[in-house]
């Protein structure tokens, strides 16, 4: 797989180059990431790449020009490099469609991903237009520019990539991928200030351990996230067991208010 980054602030990537998990994937060459900063294709001494907005108004905009100059050198270098076939572009932007664990396993398919990270106030109609096959948002709300976000969208496609990060992702992955909150974890000491770990953990029955993460990972999401228990729901991914553990929970709850 190979990122190329369209943005003005390159050391940025370093977050997920040079740190923890997903850097390993970087040094085993599995993955590929180059960034492109339009001030490299500005031909002014001042390499401009923002300027007023038509109409007024507080803000800058970034310019159409050196970020389709950019743009066409990692088109160029894609097609002299190899024969990859270059995927879509993708600008980071509160107004697009919002990402999720489904998404980013549909986008973790893709041989190649152009990410355009905006920054000021805005990036000109015409570049989007023009360039842009979709634009995506990690959640409604503004942040300083779309490397951030950028950043979040590659990290969780990188522990989607086989052979990256090992057993325990791969196991916490098919657990989130019924898309419900995780169970509580424990580690030593068993007992902390008299805040004990709840002994089941401790027995060593796989299967009572089993059942009882399951269920606490019901229970958290029905209580915090009862959205998601209808999403699985609607995807067939509650068995009857689950159910009837959801309508425990919820029984012990109406019994509580009614008293
Ligand atoms: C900002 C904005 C605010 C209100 C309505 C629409 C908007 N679009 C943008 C936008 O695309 N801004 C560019 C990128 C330039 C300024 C900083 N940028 C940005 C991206 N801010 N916040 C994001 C972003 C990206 C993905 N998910 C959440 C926020």
Redesign the pocket.
């Known amino acids: 797989m190979r990122f190329d980054v369209l943005t003005i602030f390159p050391e940025m990537f370093e977050a997920i180059t040079q740190y923890g998990v997903t850097s390993r994937a970087f040094s085993k060459e599995i993955l590929h990431l180059k960034t492109w900063n339009p001030r490299d294709f500005t031909s002014d001494p001042r390499k401009t790449v923002d300027d007023r907005a038509y109409g007024g108004g507080p803000g800058m905009v970034?310019m159409v020009g050196p970020l389709e100059d950019a743009l066409q050198a990692v088109q160029e270098d894609i097609a002299s490099s190899s024969a990859m076939k270059k995927g879509p572009t993708v600008?980071?932007?509160?107004?697009?469609r919002v990402f999720n664990q489904d998404l980013a396993k549909e986008m973790s398919q893709l041989e190649q991903i152009t990410f355009v990270?905006?920054?000021?106030?805005?990036?000109d109609q015409r570049f989007i237009e023009r360039h842009v096959d979709f634009e995506?948002?990690?959640?409604d709300?503004?942040?300083?520019?779309?490397e951030l976000?950028a950043l979040v969208v590659m990290d969780s496609l990188i522990r989607l990539m086989p052979n990256v990060l090992g057993d325990a992702n791969s196991a916490q992955q098919d657990s989130f991928s019924d898309g419900l909150l995780d169970c509580p974890h424990y580690t030593r000491p068993e007992n902390y200030k008299n805040f004990l770990v709840p002994g089941v953990l401790l027995g060593g029955h796989h299967g009572r351990i089993e059942s009882w993460r399951r269920n606490e990972s019901l229970i958290a999401t029905q209580k915090s996230r009862p959205d998601l228990i209808l999403a699985a729901r609607k995807k067939g991914l509650l068995s009857l067991k689950d159910e009837k553990v959801l309508q425990e929970y919820l029984e012990t709850l109406a019994s509580g208010l009614n008293k």
């Open positions: 970034m600008l980071m932007s509160p107004q697009g990270c905006g920054r000021y106030e805005a990036v995506l948002s990690i959640g709300y503004v942040v300083s520019g779309g976000p």
